[in-house]
């Protein structure tokens, strides 16, 4: 059996570092070798694990033993660009550098967007391909981030096959040319080389990731309205990029038996919301951790978390076996096939607001938002076979 992943993803503060990282913690007490690596330019693992270490000490990128079996890792951009990115990064420096940019500017600005994601593929990769750990779980950044990380992939592989090589050939034309009449540094071919190693070292990441039987998406949300709008958008970008969703984690629960009014109506108002969400992500399955009198820091407070949180699911093992969406374009023609098992047609009812898509099944109430190329198009007709609802778009676009 191979290495086993596990992304959990969110929008920001909703205590995805300690979800990971009290999954880490059971993961490693069961036996398993667990790496939780911070996919976050803001790293907080070491927090969460209340180490005794420096404010901005993240041991080199490097993994560090936090227990027996469970390790941690940070990874330092500035070390991963001496590792993966010299030519580009000492490229993108000098031509900052001539553009008038002071020298140490200039290389902080070389930086650019999407480094510190290949990056972290790059570590996935080689951790798959070398099964070093049997479980690696990754604390995803805020969800725009984490999509970035996902597609960052599919994006490299279309710029590879159809983009690299021509404009390769086309600088190392214009070379001698530009020269002769400008100061402007072009990239050299060890610039090319750079980017064609780093794309051969990621080759074959994006089966991992799109691999249900490997990858799993844990999409952790707390008991709010606008937090909730952005879990259903995460669930809508990593269903486009075919990624398996199969467990979504409602963190912070209040719990009944307060006695003031205002903790009342609070209680009341999470309730109506974890309908919602049951509804909404239906039929993966929802588990809950509760909202604990003390700030979740450290080994044990973190293990107690996970504990309350999974009972006794094993956290390493597929807790939804389907893909619950799939956005289909193909010659034209759009389609959506949603997962839908222990229902008949007569109790599906469609509705479509906007750039959602409302789907009823009796009392329960499932909002799809789609994306930017179904979001204007109407829906035509839905056939439901076996277990799988097809719903085919029409190519008419509707007002905007």
Known sequence: MGMRILLFAGKGGVGKTSVAAGTGILLAE????TLVMS???????????????????????RPFAVAERLWIQELDVHEEIQKHWGEVYRYLSL??????????????????????????????????????YDVLIL???????????????????????????MERNLFRAARPVVRRISDVPLPEDAYFASIERLFQKLRGVDAILTDPGTTSVRLVTNLEKMVIRETQRSFMFFSLHQLGIDAVIVNRVLTEGAESAFLKALIHQQQSYLHLVTSAFRPIPVFTAPYFEHE???????????????GDTPPHGILYRHQPVKFLSENGHHRILVHFPFVSRDEILLHKVGDELIIRMGTFKKNLVLPRAFARLKPEKARLEEDTLTISFGGDHEPA
């Open 30 to 33: 069961r036996g398993l070798k």
């Open 39 to 61: 996919l976050d330019p803001a790293h907080s693992l070491s927090d969460a694990f209340d180490l005794d270490r420096r404010l901005m000490d993240v041991n080199k990128g």
């Open 95 to 132: 031509l900052l550098n001539v553009s008038g940019l002071d020298e140490v500017l200039a290389e902080e600005l070389a930086v650019l967007p999407g480094m510190e994601e290949v990056s972290a593929l790059l570590h996935v990769n080689r951790y798959a391909r070398e099964k070093a």
């Open 139 to 165: 604390d995803c950044a805020p969800t725009a981030e984490s999509i970035r990380f996902v597609s960052v992939p599919k994006a490299l592989e279309w710029y590879m096959e159809k983009i690299f090589r």
């Open 296 to 310: 979740t820091l450290g080994y044990e407070r973190l293990k107690k978390l996970a504990r309350a949180l999974y």
